[in-house]
T-cell receptor
Framework: AAGVIQSPRHLIKEKRETATLKCYPI?????VYWYQQGPGQDPQFLIS???????DKGSIPDRFSAQQFSDYHSELNMSSLELGDSALYFC???????????FGPGTRLTVL | QKEVEQNSGPLSVPEGAIASLNCTYS??????FFWYRQYSGKSPELIMS????GDKEDGRFTAQLNKASQYVSLLIRDSQPSDSATYLC??????????FGKGTRLHILP
């Protein structure tokens, strides 16, 4: 079965640079979620989109923005990167009918 | 009170025994309950969903839900070394937002 796709899988950036993470949800899933997970931490919810509109917002810094496109893929844009932004970033998707979230493999972001 | 609470562990269980993982939640309006398994450095993998009181079995896994006690558990029978991972309990609150617990580290002893 098709799963959530994330790219890139690994990303290394310098402080103050920008990064863009991409997420392709499971086909026919209309909701996308973004999470940040630091070492030894549980996933922290950042933001979600339903039918290309922002549906919920969590602990997403103002330096980050995201959107969902007409083909339902989503991008997380991160600017003015800080050392503390180093983490695993997961995207998950779900359908309106079933609220189970399925996670992608994640993007490991390292900020030097 | 935290919204979803789990014992952080580590929980050590001998191979072949039953591992019992517990989770409590604070929102009485919660309707959906999930267990995810996460290996170190990997993404959470959904292993069980449960929506009504009682037990739900899937292979070696059994999820148990007691809404009156605001308690959900996961039993793993015939534990294998490959079951060693962090298990995340997740609950949707009355706003249908999923809340994760901090996870229980399970270690299966060979």
């Amino acid at each position: 079965a098709a799963g959530v796709i994330q790219s890139p899988r690994h990303l290394i950036k310098e402080k103050r640079e920008t990064a863009t993470l991409k997420c392709y949800p499971i086909p026919r899933h209309d909701t996308v979620y973004w999470y940040q997970q630091g070492p030894g931490q549980d996933p922290q919810f950042l933001i979600s989109f339903y039918e290309k509109m922002q549906s919920d917002k969590g602990s997403i810094p103002d330096r980050f923005s995201a959107q969902q496109f007409s083909d339902y893929h989503s991008e997380l844009n991160m600017s003015s990167l800080e050392l503390g932004d180093s983490a695993l970033y997961f995207c998950a998707s779900s359908s309106l009918q079933y609220n189970e979230q399925f996670f992608g493999p994640g993007t490991r972001l390292t900020v030097l | 009170q935290k919204e979803v609470e789990q014992n952080s562990g580590p929980l050590s269980v001998p191979e072949g025994a039953i591992a019992s993982l517990n989770c409590t939640y604070s929102d009485r309006g919660s309707q959906s309950f999930f267990w995810y398994r996460q290996y170190s450095g990997k993404s959470p993998e959904l292993i069980m969903s449960i929506y009504s009181n009682g037990d739900k079995e899937d292979g070696r896994f059994t999820a148990q839900l007691n809404k009156a006690s605001q308690y959900v558990s996961l039993l793993i029978r015939d534990s294998q070394p490959s079951d060693s991972a962090t298990y995340l309990c997740a609950v949707t609150n009355r706003d249908d937002k999923i809340i994760f617990g901090k996870g229980t580290r399970l270690h299966i002893l060979p």
